[in-house]
Structures are given as C-alpha cells and as structure tokens.
Nanobody, 126 residues
Framework: QVQLVESGGGSVQAGGSLRLSCAASGLPYSRYCMGWFRQAPGKEREGVAAIDSGDGSTIYIKSVKGRFTISQDNAKNTLYLQMNSLKPEDTAMYYC???????????????????WGQGTQVTVSS
C-alpha cells in the first residue's frame, strides 16, 4: 500500500522559510518521479517542482526557481521542499505526489502522478 505523508507546513511572514517533508512508502516503481504540487483557494492545483529518484535531476516552475529546492533522501524514503524567500502568493495547500518516469524524464504535470498525499498548509503573510 502506497503512503505519502506530508509535514512541515505552517504560517510564516513574507521573506521567511519553511521546509516541507514527505515520507513515502510502497511506491511500485524501481525508478520514479516525486513532485510537489500546490493548490490555493479558488485556484487549480499546479505543479511546483519534481525530482527523478534515479539521477536526482530536478525541474521547477518559473515562479519558484531560485527560491525553492526539491531534494530527496533515498535511504529515508523522504522527499523535501526547502522554501526560502516566501511570498504571500505561495500560500496554498502543498501536496507531494509520486508517479513513473516518462521516457526516463520527470515532468510536473498532474496527470502523470498516480499517488498523492493529504497535503500540508502553507500560509505566508505580508
């Protein structure tokens, strides 16, 4: 049974930092993509960043590049998202997700991810 459990959300002021964690277990792939997604109230869920479990290659959306860092600890089966220089527009529920690679590449498209956590709330005040 696949389990993805996020933690580390909270409330911070603009300019602050948070580190999200996602404990993963049971993913049925030898090589897979792990991603962070977010959904703000009244908006669609969007991809934020993804990482390839095999070679560690990463991809980010433009709005978080240089501020967020996705990483993984394969020994602990844990995914991280270090978020620095947070802005009020980063406020959202953040989800981790897992899915297969596509031609040995990871993308941050929702439809490519089969397994999802329950989410952790991040609130950034101005």
């Amino acid at each position: 049974q696949v389990q993805l459990v996020e933690s580390g959300g909270g409330s911070v002021q603009a300019g602050g930092s948070l580190r999200l964690s996602c404990a993963a277990s049971g993913l049925p792939y030898s090589r897979y993509c792990m991603g962070w997604f977010r959904q703000a109230p009244g908006k669609e869920r969007e991809g934020v960043a993804a990482i390839d479990s095999g070679d560690g290659s990463t991809i980010y959306i433009k709005s978080v590049k240089g501020r967020f860092t996705i990483s993984q600890d394969n020994a602990k089966n844990t995914l991280y998202l270090q978020m620095n220089s947070l802005k009020p527009e980063d406020t959202a529920m953040y989800y981790c997700a897992g899915g297969p690679t596509v031609g040995s590449v990871c993308y941050i498209a929702l439809e490519l991810y089969n397994y999802w956590g329950q989410g952790t709330q991040v609130t950034v005040s101005s």
